[in-house]
């Protein structure tokens, strides 16, 4: 498993690094998390005579107290499956069911108040057409498009843009973040020839480490890694989510087709392995090279700590998994940690293998014809007059909730609400102050998963769970 990281994971460290500018300066992508991040560091070096600075540390420390004490709190009341205030149906059992409520997430409230208001809307849009409106609408069509008899949890089932700048000028700080972000610049070449060198020791090392995949499957593999790489950066720049995980079933899909089936499972799951790790530490880095960006840091130290990290966690990380393998009965259905993804895994990786006609019907039509409609709205974005233009939702942000659901999405509106109510109250103070709040409410909400893991390995576990019924 370590020698498997090590020859995917570095990979994910340059496929990117040309892009960086466009990513970070140029899209002007907010990558909530990173900026999060910087804003807790500029906040540490501050000179303490800055009034302003003054004001940000307060609000900082504040929100953060209260996002860290409200996790705290809402763990007492988790104690089972669907319990405790991240599933509290505010707008009805009936909404609840289609994931529509407010789930107390002050992460992604924090993530809201960082992101545009077009982002958030376009995540609002994405949720009312995907839960609201499609999948009622398709799971009355079951024993038409899918089989009746399938629950809709079944793989065979139901459940299988520019960014828009703010139109004012650049300010003298952002400026000066600038000209030191590109000023240390990157060698192109050592990004291709890194790519390069990492892609021919995993053309060669992987297929002796797996013989069902390939060497031609890892090159397509690497060929297609760039794009969906720049496609995952791009997202989490928008939304705050990293999806490397859908990325990598796209790819699951299509090595287990194309190897057959006597060696597509086993060569979809490597394939879908691969593809993920290049992805999501792609995508990690963009967010470190934002906390850079605005923390004037240097690129080259970023990329350098980077792979330090990724260097720790090749080795960390499989040392973690069998520790808990050998601690605890991983992969029980029956019991504790009943790790359902790798059932779920395995399962699209036989489908990949059946091929098309295992999809449910009129699943590709959809497809093209969602692809169709985002080549369309970026298109429009970019022809028609700005005033008309600014209005078309962004289809990068309305995809993420058709995977992850409504919630999310109106976590994010309501940080993009209390931003527009605070403008209006005091344009002046919001302008400064929202970054810090949103930042401590994400690390606030972020630190407590720590504790949380330890009682959980404690065996530790909250005393009341807290659901909901229909009245009788």
């Not at 009746?148 to 973040?177: F, H, I, Q, W, Y």
């Not at 091929?355 to 449910?360: F, K, N």
């Not at 600014?390 to 109106?410: D, E, H, R």
Request: contains cysteine; proline residues 5%.
């Amino acid at each position: 498993m370590t020698s498997f990281l090590f020859v995917t994971s570095f990979i994910g460290l340059v496929v990117l690094v040309p892009l960086r500018k466009v990513m970070i300066i140029d899209y002007k992508l907010t990558y909530p998390s990173g900026t999060a991040t910087a804003v807790l560091i500029n906040g540490f070096h501050t000179s303490k005579g800055d009034k302003t600075a003054k004001k940000q540390i307060r609000g900082f420390i504040k929100s953060f107290c209260l996002s860290f004490f409200w996790a705290f709190f809402g763990w007492f009341y988790s104690g089972g499956d669907s319990c405790g205030f991240s599933q509290f149906p505010t707008f009805g059992l009936q909404a609840w069911k289609k994931s529509f409520f407010f789930d107390f997430s002050m992460t992604y409230v924090g993530a809201g108040m960082i992101c545009s208001h077009l982002v958030n809307l376009s995540l609002l849009f994405g949720a009312i057409l995907s839960w609201g409106i499609m999948w009622p609408l398709i799971a009355n069509l079951k024993g038409e498009w899918f089989p009746a008899t399938l629950p809709e949890s079944s793989m065979k089932s139901l459940n299988v843009a520019e960014v828009p700048g703010d139109g004012t000028k650049e300010s003298g700080s952002l400026k000066r973040e600038n000209e030191v972000f590109v000023r240390e610049s990157i060698p192109l070449w050592m990004a291709f020839v890194g790519y390069l060198f990492f892609s021919l020791v995993s053309i060669v090392a992987i297929p002796l480490m797996f013989p069902q995949l390939k060497w031609y499957f890892v090159l397509v593999a690497y060929l297609l890694a760039p794009s969906l790489s720049f496609c995952n950066a791009y997202g989490a720049g928008l939304t705050d989510m990293n999806m490397a995980y859908n990325y990598g079933k796209a790819a699951l899909f299509v090595m287990a087709a194309l190897a057959g089936e006597n060696d597509g499972v086993v060569a979809g799951m490597v394939a879908c392995g691969l593809i993920k790790s290049i992805v999501s530490v792609s995508a990690d880095l963009m967010h470190d090279f934002k906390t850079g960006h605005l923390t004037l840091t240097s690129p080259r130290s970023m990329l350098v700590a980077q792979a330090i990290g990724t260097a720790i966690g090749c080795v960390v990380a499989p040392l973690t998994f069998f520790l808990f393998y050998k601690a605890f009965d991983v992969g029980n259905p029956d019991g504790e940690y009943k790790a359902p993804y790798a059932i779920i895994y395995r399962n699209m990786a036989i489908i990949g293998v059946q091929g098309v006609s295992a999809l449910p019907h009129n699943c590709l039509e959809l497809c093209y014809g969602f692809f169709a409609f985002a080549v369309a709205a970026n298109l429009a974005r970019d022809f028609l007059p700005e005033k008309v233009g600014k209005w078309i939702p962004l289809p990068m942000a309305m995809a993420v909730p058709f995977l992850v659901g409504g919630s999310f999405a109106i976590d994010m509106c309501i940080g993009s609400f209390v931003v527009f109510v605070w403008q209006k109250v005091n344009r002046k103070k919001a302008e400064f102050m929202v970054p810090a709040v949103a930042s401590g409410l994400i690390c606030g909400d972020g630190l407590w998963i720590l504790p949380s893991s330890l009682l959980a390995l404690a065996k530790i576990r909250p005393p009341i769970c807290m659901n909901f019924t229909p009245a009788h």
